[in-house]
């Protein structure tokens, strides 16, 4: 790949060489994203619709925390990308720059790690055109394995840097001692960083808000933290009101997840509607919204409402909080905050992910 070409303007003015990156390592930007008026600074411009189909025009972005980077809005999952086909996937991430899309978001264990390889596939010859994330899948099972994932993941990628690594799926009670433990992920991390193989890191999880406390207490140089943030989290172990204005005081950029609550019931059940869910959760104070797309059709409705993305006003949050209060009191589209994280069992994932690390 070549790294010479020159960046997106969307993503950073000047290109990031490695030599360039390992000098600002460690460094902290003086810029924090709550510290901007980003959610009201945005540049909103009507969609239209090209004659072959595709959304043309602007999507609003953010700073992504103290990075110095500006991301869209609206970022692609990697989790829901070839869940038709690896075709639709290459078209999903073909649209999806073509229509201004940056963030692109991925894992190393996402389809038994072929969705990495269809985005890598559909970047090829775009890889500057993107911010490009993935997570490391060690749950528990420290250094070693997360920096074999990376390795993989960049492979697979076909890139040689990641714009941002993660630790995927945090949420066991013992989180802070997997993590930050001797011969930990959080050791991948930094020598990753170090190494300039990824420019930015972070961590992920969806299960518990009081794991993503315990380690944020830790006060490790997090750049990101992934989370869900939706209508129905305000009302059920909330991420919304324990784990943002964390984030704020930390300056630590929020990567919000799961709008629809990762599978869409509460659309299909009449609940809520695709841009009532996604317009709420760009109303938090998040830098981009990773969003479940497996098909064109839907990449086009994100795309739109992502377009034409005015903030909700404060009261017309709280009445739609009060109007989805009786399914979110009880979790019931939350699930993924309910049901047993198999992740806490070290030895579940070596037997899940054992064979996948040989390949």
């Given amino acids: 790949m070549n790294r010479q070409q020159k960046s997106d303007d969307s993503i950073e003015k000047h290109p990031v060489e490695r030599r360039e990156m390992l000098k600002r390592i460690g460094q902290l930007g003086s810029a924090l994203v709550f510290g901007r008026s980003f959610l009201w600074g945005e540049r909103f411009v009507n969609a239209s619709v090209s004659d072959s189909g595709t959304v043309t025009g602007n999507i609003p972005r953010r700073p992504l925390g103290r990075t110095g980077v500006d991301v869209t809005i609206l970022g692609i999952g990697g989790g829901h990308l070839i869940r038709k086909n690896a075709d639709e996937g290459m078209r999903i991430i073909h649209e999806a720059v073509d229509s201004g899309v940056t963030f692109m978001d991925n894992a190393w264990d996402y ?8 985005m890598g596939a559909a970047l090829k010859g775009k890889r ?7 997570k490391m899948c060690t749950h528990g099972r420290g250094k070693k394995v997360g920096l074999l994932h990376l390795e993989q993941s960049l492979r697979r990628l076909g890139t040689d840097y990641l714009d941002l690594w993660q630790i995927h799926e945090v949420g066991c009670l013992d989180e802070p ?5 001797p011969g930990g ?7 990753a960083k170090q190494q300039g193989k990824v420019r930015f890191i972070g961590f992920t999880g ?16 997090f ?5 869900p943030l939706n209508v129905f989290d305000f009302g059920f172990r909330s991420f919304e009101r324990q784990v943002l204005p964390e984030l704020a005081r930390q300056g630590i950029a929020p990567i919000a997840m799961k709008s629809l609550c990762g599978n869409g019931k509460p659309l299909a059940a009449g609940v809520v509607t695709a841009e009532e869910a996604i317009r709420y959760t760009l109303s938090l104070p998040v830098a981009t919204l990773v969003s479940g797309i497996d ?6 409705q994100n795309v739109r409402i992502a377009q034409r993305f005015v903030p909700m006003t404060a009261a017309e949050m709280d009445a739609l909080r009060a109007r989805v209060s009786s399914d979110a009191a009880t979790g019931r589209f939350e699930q993924y905050k309910t049901d047993r994280l198999w992740s806490c069992d070290q030895g579940a994932a070596d037997k899940r992910f054992g064979a996948l690390e040989q390949s």
């Fill in 223 to 227: 750049d990101t933290c992934q989370l």
């Fill in 206 to 221: 969806h299960t518990d808000p009081s794991v993503h406390m315990a380690l944020l207490r830790e006060r490790f140089p």
């Fill in 177 to 181: 001692s997997r993590v930050f433990g």
């Fill in 185 to 191: 992920p959080a050791e991948a991390l930094m020598q």
């Fill in 295 to 300: 098909s064109v059709e839907v990449l086009r």
């Fill in 128 to 134: 500057h055109q993107v911010f490009l994330m993935t």
């Fill in 111 to 118: 389809a038994n790690n072929r969705s990495e390889e269809a």
